[in-house]
T-cell receptor
Framework: DADVTQTPRNRITKTGKRIMLECSQT?????MYWYRQDPGLGLQLIYY???????NKGEISDGYSVSRQAQAKFSLSLESAIPNQTALYFC????????????????FGPGTRLTVL | GESVGLHLPTLSVQEGDNSIINCAYS??????FIWYKQESGKGPQFIID?????DKRQGQRVTVLLNKTVKHLSLQIAATQPGDSAVYFC??????????FGKGTSLLVTP
């Protein structure tokens, strides 16, 4: 979805290096998410942010950190990359659910393929 | 079919046939359910959603059925086409929380 962009699209790095993955969105959504996807597996939530001042850990946050620089930008950092962080990383956005309603649909970026050697 | 937590299954159907992809969800409190399609090399793409106060919703060639009694969700694709070949994920959600995704079902459409 062109409304959600991720950079870089591909990255190869070495163990111990610091890596930052960027996500930007033009959808005007307040909620943003980072997932990782491993071959044959579903999406695992790393971190999510419901607004600029709200950051929450997901199920696999260890080894990762995030920064919500603005409503439209949410970056994911690997402070010291390790080989088992080799995966496909997706950013997603959603709008707040209506009062009393449910979480709205998430829209995904094209993904960043990260390889840690 | 798939379950939020099981290995990735594969479904093979002939072009023109109807496809049914199943999903068992885990949280009886979930009030929102979505089906996503992911083609190779791309991010997941929204197909259709359904709220917990409904048991059926139809889109273009797709229908989602929700059975809250047995915590089961299904996606029906009518007249399956080669372009439908992809991995399909179900996700369950609860207001105020992030979605919980299943591991996906691979749909292969053969001529």
């Amino acid at each position: 979805d062109a409304d959600v962009t991720q950079t870089p699209r591909n990255r190869i790095t070495k163990t111990g290096k610091r890596i930052m993955l960027e996500c930007s969105q033009t959808k005007g959504h307040d909620r943003m998410y980072w997932y990782r996807q491993d071959p044959g597996l579903g999406l695992q939530l790393i971190y999510y942010s419901f607004d600029v001042k709200d950051i929450n850990k997901g199920e696999i946050s260890d080894g990762y950190s995030v920064s919500r620089q603005a409503q439209a930008k949410f970056s994911l950092s690997l402070e010291s990359a390790i080989p088992n962080q080799t995966a496909l990383y997706f950013c997603a956005t959603s709008a707040s659910g209506l009062a009393g309603g449910s979480t709205d649909t998430q829209y995904f970026g094209p993904g960043t393929r990260l390889t840690v050697l | 079919g798939e379950s939020v937590g099981l290995h990735l299954p594969t479904l093979s159907v002939q072009e023109g046939d109807n496809s049914i992809i199943n999903c068992a969800y885990s949280n009886s409190a979930s009030d929102y359910f979505i089906w996503y399609k992911q083609e190779s090399g791309k991010g997941p793409q929204f197909i259709i959603d359904i709220r917990s106060n409904m048991d059926k919703r139809q889109g273009q060639r797709v229908t989602v059925l929700l059975n809250k009694t047995v915590k089961h969700l299904s996606l029906q694709i009518a007249a399956t086409q080669p372009g439908d070949s992809a991995v399909y994920f179900c996700a369950e959600g609860l207001f105020g929380y992030a979605l919980n995704f299943g591991k996906g079902t691979s749909l292969l459409v053969t001529p």
